[in-house]
């Protein structure tokens, strides 16, 4: 990739930074010299001390950020960055391309490990020169979903071979523990630009040691990431943390809160244990009514075992108003897909196993 300084890079345009920053004078009609950079972060160029001067004053001075201060970071500070990596941002911090504090939408880490936000590194992926890090100049990775959906193919690919010689994942051969190594590296660069799939990926990564040592609080850290993103199963994973106290401090109320968020996005799972909740009145007011009405849309998506409550449900009156023709649709289609619970109360009402119930 041609340096964005270098004017004399073939098929490229003169690039921005040969504009006086303050009065945006181009160096070709300034006629009278070439225009100079800023000493300090030698990124913006002036015609003159006095443009210099004024632009300082306005707002360069809070922006400007030295060379040294923008290159990519050394051996023993980028461990330390991978290893918190997960932490979220500070309420100091800033991206330095929009100038919003980091905190205040998702962010993303390079592998250069220059953060920023999500949405303006995609932003910057829609221009041609300027595809690279703002602070350091890194050359911008594939975006997330490509390194992701390229991880996940090798990763399958390794699954596959496991299986078929019913080996152990704990002991793969060397060929499939370099794949898996490369298959979580492609997943950490995901995750790190704030893909949830990927850091989906990397929470049963670690729960089930899959190209990396077992690690639950490594597997608690991106599961928090992907659920505050919106990742459905990640919310839902994230709620039964709360509901049974895994990683986490017990907590219903939170559980329920985490639960709604994905059951709202239409997660099955998550519809039936938040239907339950309102049942019990864990960590939420008890009501049969709001239980059953999750129940339905559990049951409408084809889940058995939701259909054979929901049937219950109808043929008590619980949360519902009673219906015994209602109670029989419900058992029959929970039936037909061989649920033992529903075989049975339709044994019990004297109802023919074989009869068509519409």
């Not at 040294?68 to 800033?94: F, I």
Request: charged letters at 20%.
């Amino acid at each position: 990739m041609p340096n964005v300084g270098d004017s004399k890079c073939k098929g490229t345009s003169a690039p921005e930074s040969r504009i006086c920053a303050n009065c945006l004078v181009s160096e070709e009609s300034n006629g009278t010299s070439k225009l100079s950079a800023c000493a300090q972060c030698g990124l913006a160029v002036y015609c003159d001390k006095n443009c210099q001067r004024v632009h300082w004053k306005a707002n360069h001075k809070q922006h400007c950020i030295a060379k040294d201060n923008r290159t990519p970071l050394n051996r023993a500070s980028l461990k330390h960055r991978v290893a918190s990596s997960t932490a979220a941002p500070t309420l100091e911090e800033k991206c330095i391309i929009c100038l919003d504090h980091l905190h205040e939408a998702p962010a993303c880490t390079l592998p250069c490990m220059h953060v920023f936000h999500i949405s303006c590194v995609e932003e910057l992926r829609k221009f041609g020169v300027t595809q690279a890090c703002p602070l350091c100049r890194a050359a911008l990775p594939p975006g997330p979903k490509k390194i992701f959906e390229d991880a996940t193919r090798r990763f399958v690919a390794v699954a596959r071979k496991v299986e078929r010689r019913s080996a152990s994942w704990s002991a793969p051969t060397p060929s499939a523990q370099q794949e898996l190594r490369a298959v979580i590296t492609g997943w950490q660069a995901a995750a790190d630009q704030g893909l949830e799939e990927a850091q989906f990926a990397l929470v049963m990564a670690y729960l089930g040691g899959y190209g990396v040592e077992k690690d639950d609080k490594k597997a608690a850290q991106w599961l928090r990431k992907a659920a505050e993103q919106g990742y459905a199963e990640a919310q839902c994973m994230y709620g039964n943390a709360f509901s049974e106290g895994l990683n986490v401090v017990q907590s219903n109320k939170d559980a329920a809160e985490w639960l709604q968020k994905a059951a709202e996005q239409g997660l099955l799972q998550a519809q039936k244990k938040l239907a339950t909740l309102y049942h019990s009145g864990l960590g939420v007011e008890q009501s049969d009514e709001i239980a059953t009405a999750w129940m339905i849309k559990a049951a409408e998506q084809g889940d058995a075992m939701a259909q054979a409550n929901l049937g219950t449900r109808f043929s008590c009156g619980c949360g519902v108003a009673q219906s015994s023709k209602e109670a029989l649709h419900w058992w029959h289609k929970a039936f037909v897909q061989d649920n033992a619970e529903a075989a049975e109360y339709l044994q019990n009402v004297g109802f023919g196993l074989n009869h068509d119930v519409k």
